[in-house]
């Protein structure tokens, strides 16, 4: 299982609009409809924001939203509030040898 | 709604067995829906998942830990359980139990660092 790609970093203003991409292969991303975002603030467990691509858990607000075209995911958050600064990462099922789940990198989200 | 608190040692030593056990509360460990699951994340790094266990026992590792890994269930106990065999420093991380989807998980613990040191 090699990670997802994702880039390390990405930053936006407040109200904006930024998207976060989230690249595997057709043995991951490309194969299944389960991918997942999480949210991670500094010394905190990550949290669920998207699943299934575009699902959101009740209580995630609706500023969050997800999407997949071919091998790369896509993750929008939309009117950029300071609270959205975080590690963001995604994860996608994954059938090899067996099936598992695979994360990617990570990106750091900064609000300017 | 489901809680979950991970507990074991917090050092140990290099070739040594860790052992974590993660209890449940506030909801049933005999789902035939989530599976639990273990993921770990060294200091400043990414995410890595573990492995997960469905209630009935299955368990599905990492391919990159396989080797090294069991991951248990105790229904009696409401608690589920890891071990990774033969550590080293590669392996300090902030460890997580978590429960939902088998490729998606709702409910995390707070995580617990496990140092790997002589």
């Known amino acids: 299982q090699s990670a997802l790609t994702q880039p390390a970093s990405v930053s936006g203003s407040p109200g904006q609009s930024i998207t976060i991409s989230c690249t595997g292969t057709?043995?991951?991303?490309?194969?299944?409809?389960?991918v997942s975002w999480y949210q991670q603030h500094p010394g905190k467990a990550p949290k669920l924001m998207i699943y299934?691509?575009?699902n959101r858990p009740s209580g995630v607000s609706n500023r969050f939203s997800g999407s997949k075209s071919g091998n790369t995911a896509s993750l929008t958050i939309s009117g950029l509030q300071a609270e959205d600064e975080a590690d963001y990462y995604c994860?996608?099922?994954?059938?090899?040898?067996?099936?598992?789940?695979?994360f990617g990198g990570g990106t750091k989200l900064t609000v300017l | 709604q489901v809680q979950l608190q991970e507990s074991g040692p917090g050092l140990v030593k290099p070739s040594e067995t860790l052992s974590l056990t993660c209890t449940v509360s506030?909801?049933?460990?005999?789902?035939?829906?989530?599976?639990w699951g273990w993921i770990r994340q060294p200091p400043g790094k990414g995410l890595e998942w573990i492995g997960n266990?469905?209630?009935?026992?299955?368990?599905f590792y990492n391919p990159s830990l396989k080797s090294r890994v069991t991951i248990s269930i105790d229904t009696s106990k409401t608690q589920f359980s890891l071990k990774l065999g033969s550590v080293t420093a590669a392996d300090t991380a902030v460890y997580y139990c978590?429960?939902?989807?088998?490729?998606?998980?709702?409910?995390w613990g707070q995580g617990t660092l496990v140092t790997v040191s002589s």
């Open positions: 978590a429960s939902g989807l088998f490729d998606s998980k709702r409910t």
């Open positions: 299934d691509v575009t």
């Open positions: 994860s996608s099922y994954t059938v090899t040898t067996t099936k598992g789940v695979v």
């Open positions: 057709s043995s991951d991303v490309g194969g299944y409809d389960y």
């Open positions: 506030g909801g049933s460990i005999n789902s035939d829906t989530y599976y």
């Open positions: 266990i469905f209630y009935s026992g299955s368990t």
